[in-house]
């Protein structure tokens, strides 16, 4: 499974990247109010440090305003791909961006049936949101699952895309239902790489490490 990081922060993203386990970075109108200025320019400095996918979500909500917006983001780098929320619209243009060889993410799904229109339409990756409908007590996990055993039936080529994850369990889940990639925030990665016997052991073996050393000095 692919492991995006969900931010728009540049350091988060630059030590991801040098752990080796960044395989691309979605960014929303929400991450990017968290840090601000020029969102092309965010954009821009992400895709120089991943050659992964970097998701870029537009905001209008007519046809022509998101194909003008991704249109706009497509040519800021070639590994930019569009986001675009579920909707009526929403489908038109994901399926207009594809015509035109622009890739698209599709973001707020909330049901399979909205995971398989928007891979009928023709995106990329599908974007079932499991924090937000874990949230309002559905199981978030099931549309990744129901999912990916449709897109296996189908032989459908768009990449189920795990979002909202909200804790590391959820990465583990979302590897068994066969998301192809899940986006994590930065502090969630961080807790996977921890557990407290790793962090114990590591301790323990610096201080008989060391206990060693010195009486190998007093020896000598
Ligand atoms: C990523 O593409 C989504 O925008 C993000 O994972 C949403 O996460 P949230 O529900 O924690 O805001």
Redesign the pocket.
């Known amino acids: 499974m692919k492991i995006f990081l969900?931010t728009a922060e540049i350091e988060e993203i630059k030590i991801a990247a040098r752990w080796g386990v960044l395989d691309g970075v979605?960014t929303?109108p929400?991450?990017y109010a968290k840090v601000g200025g020029s969102y092309d320019a965010i954009l821009q400095e992400i895709c120089k440090i991943t050659s992964g996918p970097v998701?870029a979500e537009v905001i209008s909500d007519d046809v022509e305003g998101m194909l003008t917006e991704g249109r706009h983001f497509a040519k800021l780098a070639p590994n930019i791909v569009v986001?675009v929320a579920m909707s009526e619209n929403g489908l038109e243009a994901i399926s207009r961006l594809a015509d035109e060889g622009i890739k698209t993410?599709c973001?707020l799904v909330f049901s399979t049936n909205q995971g398989l229109l928007a891979a009928k339409a023709g995106a990329s990756l599908i974007?079932p949101?499991v924090?937000?409908l874990d949230d309002i007590n559905q199981d978030g996990m099931t549309v990744i699952r129901e999912l990916a055993e449709i897109f296996s039936l189908y032989s459908i080529e768009a990449e189920i895309?795990a979002?909202?994850?909200?804790n590391p369990l959820h990465m583990t889940q979302a590897a068994l239902a066969g998301a192809h990639v899940a986006?994590v925030?930065f502090k969630i990665l961080q807790q996977m790489v921890h557990h407290p016997l790793t962090d114990k052991g590591i301790v323990q073996f610096k201080k008989d490490w060391e206990a060693a050393q010195q009486a190998a000095a007093a020896k000598s």
């Open positions: 969900d979605t929303n929400s991450l998701s986001k993410n973001t974007s949101f924090g937000r895309l979002a909202s994850i909200r986006t925030p």
